[in-house]
């Protein structure tokens, strides 16, 4: 099953890479670098829309293998998991320590009234 993971992260990977090259070459609005490769030339390696339609298929294509990896990976990582040994809610183990004792604080005795102890509000 860690082979499968060690794949799937791979190509989660390589596909982000992908997405981001082929983001960057495809030809937008302004003078991006898509026009560096001829995007808006008609006597490119693919025509006139032949790259914007090759590049966004690509696109399409990288995104959807970036989608799959990360399923798998998320049901790997739901598979392979430890099974968890108490939390915030669960119980506490023998193994740890004892909550330490409150420390009480020294209480004086007055000959006065307990009338006169008290702190006034």
């Known amino acids: 099953m860690n082979y499968i993971l060690t794949i799937a992260i791979v190509l989660q990977v390589l596909s982000a890479l992908a997405i981001i090259v082929l983001v960057l070459l495809q030809h937008g609005k302004g ?3 898509g026009a560096a490769f001829g995007g808006g030339a008609s006597g490119s ?4 829309s032949g790259s914007a339609n090759f ?4 696109t399409a294509v990288a995104a959807t293998i970036f989608f799959c990896s990360t399923l798998a990976l998320t049901v790997g990582a739901k598979h392979n998991r430890a099974p968890v040994s ?3 809610l669960g119980t506490i183990s023998e193994t740890t320590a004892p909550a330490p004792e409150p420390i009480k604080a020294p209480v004086e005795k007055n000959s006065e009234s307990p009338a006169q102890n008290q702190i006034p509000r």
Do not use: K, P, Q
């Not at 390696?45 to 006139?48: R, S, T």
């Not at 590049?55 to 690509?58: E, G, T």
């Open 86 to 88: 108490g939390g915030v």
């Open 31 to 33: 003078a991006d670098l």
């Open 45 to 48: 390696l693919f025509g006139a």
């Open 55 to 58: 590049l966004s298929r690509s």
